[in-house]
């Protein structure tokens, strides 16, 4: 049976998962995780250091690492790295442990919130739209499948996209908040 009182953000690079996620966890009185902060923690170096001495690859292995151990503890709100949909054995860790929510945003919005981050790896080419719109291509119709709800945070506040998180889930029959 699925547990639903796990919450995990999916979506791409500036859509707010970790800024959604901390209010959510904080309005629901719920742990956050950030799989990307928790990579860094464990090798006590920073994601593009990561992606300079192993690749992709090896971060994409790392991140697998992070995301099972993550997505087995209970009461968690996790924001997720938006490759992380990209293997199958994160879906399915994410599926069956917890309501997976897709903050999907423009790529104009993605660009407007990630432009002056050195910290995305991806985005140091010399066309970061080009990538994003790439990425998105590839990454949307994953996110969509796995997600059971979808969330715009282009349009709305951080505050808002909580509140509809919050209302979406408990409308489908569980409640969410502590009493």
């Known amino acids: ?20 996620g901390r209010l959510l966890a ?27 001495y192993e690749g992709e690859a090896g971060f ?4 697998s ?14 924001a997720t790295g938006g490759g992380s949909v990209l293997a199958a054995e994160n ?3 994410l599926a069956a442990r917890g309501l997976v929510i897709y ?18 790896p991806l985005l140091q080419t010399e066309n970061p739209r080009q990538r994003l719109e790439e990425l998105l291509r ?15 945070t282009g349009q709305h506040s951080s505050r808002s996209a909580v509140r509809r998180i919050i209302n979406a889930y408990e409308k489908s029959g569980t409640r969410l908040r502590t009493e």
């Not at 590839?138 to 715009?152: G, H, K, M, S, W």
């Open 1 to 20: 049976m699925r547990n639903r009182r796990n919450i995990f953000l999916i979506g791409p690079m500036g859509a707010g998962k970790t800024t959604v």
């Open 26 to 52: 904080r309005a629901l009185g719920m742990e956050f995780w950030d799989s990307d902060k928790e990579i860094e923690r464990r090798t006590g170096v920073t994601v593009p250091m990561i992606f300079e």
């Open 60 to 63: 994409r292995r790392r991140e």
């Open 65 to 78: 690492e992070v995301i099972a151990d993550l997505t087995g503890k209970e009461r968690i709100v996790l």
């Open 91 to 93: 879906r399915e860790h």
């Open 103 to 120: 903050l999907q945003c423009s790529v104009q919005k993605q660009l407007e919130r990630t432009h002056k981050d050195m910290n995305r």
């Open 138 to 152: 590839v990454r949307d119709p994953i996110y969509r499948e796995l997600a059971d709800y979808v969330v715009d």
